[in-house]
Protein backbone atom coordinates (compact mmCIF):
# COMPACT_ATOMS: atom_id res chain seq x y z
CA UNK A 1 0.00 0.00 0.00
CA UNK A 2 3.07 2.62 0.30
CA UNK A 3 4.59 2.04 -2.80
CA UNK A 4 0.69 2.58 -4.49
CA UNK A 5 0.73 6.07 -2.25
CA UNK A 6 3.88 7.09 -3.22
CA UNK A 7 3.01 6.08 -6.98
CA UNK A 8 -0.05 8.19 -6.87
CA UNK A 9 1.63 10.62 -5.15
CA UNK A 10 4.41 10.75 -7.60
CA UNK A 11 1.69 11.06 -10.73
CA UNK A 12 -0.12 14.13 -8.84
CA UNK A 13 3.23 16.02 -8.92
CA UNK A 14 4.26 14.48 -12.25
CA UNK A 15 1.24 15.89 -14.07
CA UNK A 16 1.47 19.46 -12.62
CA UNK A 17 4.53 19.45 -14.15
CA UNK A 18 3.98 18.03 -17.61
CA UNK A 19 0.21 19.49 -17.92
CA UNK A 20 0.28 22.31 -15.21
CA UNK A 21 -3.13 20.36 -13.92
CA UNK A 22 -3.99 17.09 -11.89
CA UNK A 23 -4.91 14.68 -14.95
CA UNK A 24 -5.77 11.18 -14.68
CA UNK A 25 -3.44 8.12 -15.82
CA UNK A 26 -6.51 7.94 -18.61
CA UNK A 27 -5.99 10.57 -20.64
CA UNK A 28 -9.19 10.23 -22.07
CA UNK A 29 -10.83 11.51 -19.16
CA UNK A 30 -10.21 15.00 -18.85
CA UNK A 31 -12.27 15.82 -16.37
CA UNK A 32 -10.56 15.24 -12.86
CA UNK A 33 -11.92 11.84 -11.39
CA UNK A 34 -12.04 10.38 -7.98
CA UNK A 35 -10.47 6.77 -7.75
CA UNK A 36 -13.52 5.85 -5.38
CA UNK A 37 -12.50 1.91 -5.41
CA UNK A 38 -9.14 3.06 -4.30
CA UNK A 39 -9.92 6.02 -1.99
CA UNK A 40 -7.53 5.73 0.55
CA UNK A 41 -4.68 6.11 -1.53
CA UNK A 42 -6.30 8.78 -3.42
CA UNK A 43 -6.81 10.23 -0.13
CA UNK A 44 -3.63 10.16 1.37
CA UNK A 45 -1.52 10.80 -1.67
CA UNK A 46 -2.88 14.52 -1.66
CA UNK A 47 -0.45 14.92 1.94
CA UNK A 48 2.07 12.72 0.75
CA UNK A 49 2.34 14.72 -2.79
CA UNK A 50 2.75 17.95 -0.84
CA UNK A 51 5.41 16.27 1.42
CA UNK A 52 7.49 15.05 -1.92
CA UNK A 53 6.95 18.90 -3.38
CA UNK A 54 8.64 19.81 -0.08
CA UNK A 55 11.41 17.60 -0.14
CA UNK A 56 11.70 19.50 -3.41
CA UNK A 57 12.56 22.54 -2.05
CA UNK A 58 12.01 24.63 -5.09
CA UNK A 59 9.51 27.82 -4.74
CA UNK A 60 8.66 27.30 -8.64
CA UNK A 61 7.87 23.69 -8.45
CA UNK A 62 5.98 24.76 -5.12
CA UNK A 63 4.17 27.30 -7.35
CA UNK A 64 3.30 25.12 -9.93
CA UNK A 65 1.42 22.04 -7.91
CA UNK A 66 -0.33 24.58 -6.28
CA UNK A 67 -1.97 25.77 -8.94
CA UNK A 68 -2.73 22.47 -10.81
CA UNK A 69 -4.03 20.77 -7.10
CA UNK A 70 -5.85 24.44 -6.66
CA UNK A 71 -7.43 23.97 -10.40
CA UNK A 72 -8.45 20.23 -9.80
CA UNK A 73 -10.63 21.70 -6.64
CA UNK A 74 -12.06 24.28 -8.67
CA UNK A 75 -13.32 22.02 -10.95
CA UNK A 76 -15.04 20.00 -8.38
CA UNK A 77 -16.48 22.72 -6.90
CA UNK A 78 -18.19 23.39 -9.61
CA UNK A 79 -19.97 20.41 -10.10
CA UNK A 80 -21.23 20.98 -6.40
CA UNK A 81 -24.62 23.07 -6.01
CA UNK A 82 -24.96 26.10 -4.30
CA UNK A 83 -25.57 25.67 -0.38
CA UNK A 84 -22.71 23.12 -0.53
CA UNK A 85 -19.92 25.60 -1.63
CA UNK A 86 -21.21 27.90 0.71
CA UNK A 87 -20.88 25.77 3.41
CA UNK A 88 -17.26 24.94 2.26
CA UNK A 89 -16.48 28.98 1.72
CA UNK A 90 -17.75 30.06 5.20
CA UNK A 91 -16.17 26.46 7.08
CA UNK A 92 -12.90 26.34 5.88
CA UNK A 93 -11.85 30.24 4.63
CA UNK A 94 -13.98 31.69 6.95
CA UNK A 95 -15.45 34.16 4.55
CA UNK A 96 -18.72 35.74 4.81
CA UNK A 97 -20.86 34.34 2.05
CA UNK A 98 -24.79 34.06 1.69
CA UNK A 99 -27.13 32.98 -1.38
CA UNK A 100 -28.49 36.17 -3.14
CA UNK A 101 -31.71 35.66 -1.98
CA UNK A 102 -32.96 39.15 -2.45
CA UNK A 103 -32.63 40.24 -5.92
CA UNK A 104 -34.16 42.01 -8.78
CA UNK A 105 -34.18 40.11 -11.57
CA UNK A 106 -31.56 42.62 -12.77
CA UNK A 107 -28.84 40.75 -10.73
CA UNK A 108 -30.07 37.23 -11.25
CA UNK A 109 -27.46 35.93 -12.75
CA UNK A 110 -25.85 36.57 -9.38
CA UNK A 111 -26.76 33.58 -6.86
CA UNK A 112 -23.84 34.44 -4.52
CA UNK A 113 -22.93 37.59 -2.15
CA UNK A 114 -19.51 38.20 -0.36
CA UNK A 115 -18.61 40.38 2.28
CA UNK A 116 -16.72 43.42 1.30
CA UNK A 117 -13.42 41.98 2.91
CA UNK A 118 -13.20 38.27 1.93
CA UNK A 119 -14.06 39.49 -1.37
CA UNK A 120 -10.79 42.18 -1.17
CA UNK A 121 -8.29 39.72 0.14
CA UNK A 122 -8.97 37.23 -2.45
CA UNK A 123 -9.39 38.85 -5.29
CA UNK A 124 -7.76 36.46 -7.72
CA UNK A 125 -6.00 39.12 -10.66
CA UNK A 126 -5.68 42.40 -11.78
CA UNK A 127 -8.30 42.95 -14.29
CA UNK A 128 -11.27 44.91 -14.99
CA UNK A 129 -13.74 42.26 -14.36
CA UNK A 130 -12.38 42.22 -10.74
CA UNK A 131 -12.39 45.85 -9.94
CA UNK A 132 -14.38 47.19 -7.46
CA UNK A 133 -16.03 49.94 -9.58
CA UNK A 134 -17.40 47.05 -12.04
CA UNK A 135 -18.46 44.91 -9.92
CA UNK A 136 -22.33 45.43 -8.25
CA UNK A 137 -22.80 45.91 -4.76
CA UNK A 138 -25.31 45.30 -2.66
CA UNK A 139 -26.12 46.01 0.85
CA UNK A 140 -22.19 46.08 1.49
CA UNK A 141 -21.74 43.33 -0.54
CA UNK A 142 -20.50 42.11 -4.02
CA UNK A 143 -22.75 39.84 -5.77
CA UNK A 144 -20.86 36.89 -7.82
CA UNK A 145 -21.64 34.15 -9.64
CA UNK A 146 -21.17 30.70 -9.26
CA UNK A 147 -18.22 31.00 -11.94
CA UNK A 148 -16.88 34.09 -9.58
CA UNK A 149 -17.10 32.15 -6.48
CA UNK A 150 -15.41 29.09 -7.29
CA UNK A 151 -12.53 31.15 -8.99
CA UNK A 152 -12.12 32.87 -5.84
CA UNK A 153 -12.08 29.54 -4.17
CA UNK A 154 -9.38 28.63 -6.47
CA UNK A 155 -6.92 31.27 -5.34
CA UNK A 156 -7.38 30.75 -1.90
CA UNK A 157 -7.01 27.22 -2.14
CA UNK A 158 -3.76 27.56 -4.49
CA UNK A 159 -2.65 30.10 -1.40
CA UNK A 160 -3.02 27.79 1.11
CA UNK A 161 -1.32 24.59 -0.60
CA UNK A 162 1.57 27.24 -1.38
CA UNK A 163 1.30 27.95 2.50
CA UNK A 164 1.56 24.29 3.49
CA UNK A 165 4.23 23.30 0.83
CA UNK A 166 6.55 25.95 2.03
CA UNK A 167 6.07 26.31 5.61
CA UNK A 168 8.70 25.59 7.22
CA UNK A 169 7.69 22.12 9.71
CA UNK A 170 9.51 18.69 10.93
CA UNK A 171 7.61 16.08 9.35
CA UNK A 172 9.14 12.60 9.28
CA UNK A 173 9.03 10.27 5.69
CA UNK A 174 10.12 7.00 5.41
CA UNK A 175 13.00 8.14 3.70
CA UNK A 176 14.46 5.57 1.68
CA UNK A 177 11.57 4.86 0.24
CA UNK A 178 10.59 8.62 0.02
CA UNK A 179 13.92 9.55 -1.95
CA UNK A 180 12.97 7.23 -5.27
CA UNK A 181 10.19 9.46 -5.62
CA UNK A 182 12.15 12.55 -4.84
CA UNK A 183 14.58 11.46 -7.52
CA UNK A 184 12.42 10.80 -10.44
CA UNK A 185 10.46 14.34 -9.67
CA UNK A 186 14.03 16.12 -9.48
CA UNK A 187 14.53 13.96 -13.08
CA UNK A 188 11.05 15.49 -14.95
CA UNK A 189 11.36 18.65 -13.42
CA UNK A 190 14.89 19.25 -14.46
CA UNK A 191 13.62 18.70 -17.77
CA UNK A 192 10.43 21.02 -17.33
CA UNK A 193 11.70 23.86 -15.60
CA UNK A 194 14.81 24.07 -17.90
CA UNK A 195 12.09 25.21 -20.12
CA UNK A 196 10.14 27.62 -18.32
CA UNK A 197 11.15 30.89 -19.93
CA UNK A 198 12.68 32.69 -16.62
CA UNK A 199 13.74 36.07 -17.43
CA UNK A 200 17.44 36.74 -17.80
CA UNK A 201 18.65 38.80 -14.71
CA UNK A 202 19.10 42.13 -16.22
CA UNK A 203 21.98 44.50 -14.97
CA UNK A 204 19.89 47.47 -13.80
CA UNK A 205 21.07 50.91 -14.85
CA UNK A 206 19.01 53.49 -12.59
CA UNK A 207 20.69 56.40 -14.68
CA UNK A 208 18.42 55.15 -17.24
CA UNK A 209 14.66 55.68 -15.40
CA UNK A 210 12.23 57.72 -17.38
CA UNK A 211 11.31 61.66 -15.63
CA UNK A 212 8.17 59.75 -14.66
CA UNK A 213 9.65 56.84 -13.10
CA UNK A 214 12.10 59.20 -11.61
CA UNK A 215 9.32 61.16 -10.02
CA UNK A 216 7.31 58.77 -8.54
CA UNK A 217 10.37 56.93 -6.74
CA UNK A 218 11.60 60.73 -5.01
CA UNK A 219 8.28 60.52 -3.90
CA UNK A 220 7.88 57.02 -2.43
CA UNK A 221 11.46 57.92 -0.85
CA UNK A 222 9.75 61.16 0.88
CA UNK A 223 7.28 59.07 2.61
CA UNK A 224 4.53 60.72 0.32
CA UNK A 225 1.27 59.10 -0.43
CA UNK A 226 1.18 58.50 -4.03
CA UNK A 227 -1.78 57.48 -6.33
CA UNK A 228 -2.89 53.86 -6.44
CA UNK A 229 -2.07 54.37 -10.46
CA UNK A 230 1.56 55.74 -9.76
CA UNK A 231 1.98 52.87 -7.16
CA UNK A 232 0.76 50.41 -10.02
CA UNK A 233 2.87 51.68 -12.51
CA UNK A 234 6.17 52.03 -10.41
CA UNK A 235 5.73 47.88 -9.22
CA UNK A 236 4.96 47.49 -13.02
CA UNK A 237 8.30 48.92 -14.11
CA UNK A 238 10.54 48.25 -11.68
CA UNK A 239 9.04 44.61 -11.89
CA UNK A 240 9.41 44.55 -16.34
CA UNK A 241 12.98 46.01 -15.91
CA UNK A 242 14.16 42.97 -13.88
CA UNK A 243 13.46 43.64 -10.34
CA UNK A 244 12.19 41.02 -7.90
CA UNK A 245 8.94 41.39 -5.79
CA UNK A 246 11.12 41.55 -2.64
CA UNK A 247 13.56 44.41 -4.35
CA UNK A 248 10.50 46.16 -5.38
CA UNK A 249 8.88 46.06 -1.93
CA UNK A 250 11.94 47.35 -0.05
CA UNK A 251 11.26 50.76 -2.25
CA UNK A 252 8.12 50.73 -1.32
CA UNK A 253 8.69 50.69 2.42
CA UNK A 254 8.89 54.00 2.98
CA UNK A 255 5.37 54.96 2.01
CA UNK A 256 2.92 56.10 4.73
CA UNK A 257 0.79 53.61 4.74
CA UNK A 258 3.04 50.20 3.37
CA UNK A 259 1.74 47.34 4.76
CA UNK A 260 4.01 44.26 4.19
CA UNK A 261 1.17 41.64 3.56
CA UNK A 262 -1.48 43.62 1.12
CA UNK A 263 1.82 45.19 -0.97
CA UNK A 264 3.07 41.71 -1.20
CA UNK A 265 -0.25 40.35 -2.71
CA UNK A 266 -0.31 43.13 -5.08
CA UNK A 267 3.41 43.23 -6.29
CA UNK A 268 3.42 39.68 -6.60
CA UNK A 269 0.02 39.79 -8.74
CA UNK A 270 1.61 42.50 -10.85
CA UNK A 271 4.68 40.27 -11.18
CA UNK A 272 2.23 37.14 -12.83
CA UNK A 273 2.78 35.43 -9.57
CA UNK A 274 -0.51 35.39 -8.34
CA UNK A 275 -3.98 35.05 -10.00
CA UNK A 276 -4.05 35.38 -14.11
CA UNK A 277 -0.38 34.47 -14.29
CA UNK A 278 -0.04 37.97 -16.48
CA UNK A 279 3.01 40.12 -15.86
CA UNK A 280 2.00 43.28 -16.12
CA UNK A 281 3.60 46.52 -17.68
CA UNK A 282 2.59 50.10 -16.93
CA UNK A 283 0.78 52.42 -18.65
CA UNK A 284 1.93 53.84 -22.04
CA UNK A 285 2.76 57.52 -22.05
CA UNK A 286 -0.34 58.85 -23.05
CA UNK A 287 -2.07 56.93 -20.24
CA UNK A 288 0.62 58.10 -18.20
CA UNK A 289 -0.41 61.85 -19.02
CA UNK A 290 -3.76 61.22 -18.25
CA UNK A 291 -3.58 59.82 -15.10
CA UNK A 292 -1.21 63.06 -14.55
CA UNK A 293 2.51 60.90 -13.88
CA UNK A 294 4.15 62.11 -16.78
CA UNK A 295 6.61 64.10 -16.34
CA UNK A 296 7.35 65.29 -19.90
CA UNK A 297 11.42 66.10 -20.57
CA UNK A 298 11.98 68.05 -23.86
CA UNK A 299 14.67 66.43 -24.77
CA UNK A 300 14.64 62.92 -22.84
CA UNK A 301 11.43 61.99 -24.03
CA UNK A 302 11.17 63.36 -27.43
CA UNK A 303 9.75 60.36 -30.06
CA UNK A 304 8.96 58.01 -26.39
CA UNK A 305 5.84 56.35 -26.29
CA UNK A 306 6.54 54.04 -23.38
CA UNK A 307 8.51 54.25 -20.00
CA UNK A 308 9.94 50.56 -21.40
CA UNK A 309 11.12 51.94 -24.09
CA UNK A 310 12.67 54.86 -22.54
CA UNK A 311 14.55 52.45 -20.35
CA UNK A 312 15.54 49.97 -22.66
CA UNK A 313 17.04 52.38 -25.11
CA UNK A 314 19.25 54.25 -22.19
CA UNK A 315 20.17 51.07 -20.58
CA UNK A 316 21.26 49.86 -24.55
CA UNK A 317 23.14 52.93 -25.34
CA UNK A 318 25.00 52.66 -22.08
CA UNK A 319 25.76 49.07 -22.33
CA UNK A 320 27.30 49.50 -26.40
CA UNK A 321 28.75 52.77 -25.32
CA UNK A 322 26.55 55.22 -27.04
CA UNK A 323 26.56 53.50 -30.42
CA UNK A 324 22.96 53.48 -31.08
CA UNK A 325 21.49 55.37 -33.19
CA UNK A 326 18.32 56.93 -33.28
CA UNK A 327 15.75 55.76 -36.12
S1 LIG B 1 6.89 60.86 -21.90
FE1 LIG B 1 6.65 58.78 -21.19
S2 LIG B 1 8.62 58.20 -20.43
FE2 LIG B 1 8.63 60.42 -20.57
S3 LIG B 1 8.02 61.11 -18.57
FE3 LIG B 1 6.17 61.00 -19.79
S4 LIG B 1 5.40 58.97 -19.39
FE4 LIG B 1 7.48 58.97 -18.70
Redesign the pocket.
Known amino acids: MREQIFEKSYRRVASAIEEKRIVSRQRAYLEPRIDIENLDIEILSFPVAILLVKLMDDPLLASRYSIAESKRAAAFLKRENDEKIIYLATTTFNWNVSLNSDITSRYKAYAFMIDFPSYLKNVPEYSPKWKLVNRILYKGNVLLTKQDLVRLMEEAIKDRILQQVLKRQNFQLPEDAAAKWVNKIEEKWKKYKSRISLRKPVKLSEDAY ?4 V ?1 LIEDVKAGKNISHAGRFVLAAFLINIGMSPDEVLEIFKSSPDFNESIARYQVEHIAGLRGSRIRYSP ?3 EN ?2 SYG ?5 DV ?2 KG ?4 L ?2 YYKRASRRRYGDKIHEN
Do not use: E, T
Open positions: PPCISFKCMKLCRYDLCIKHPQF
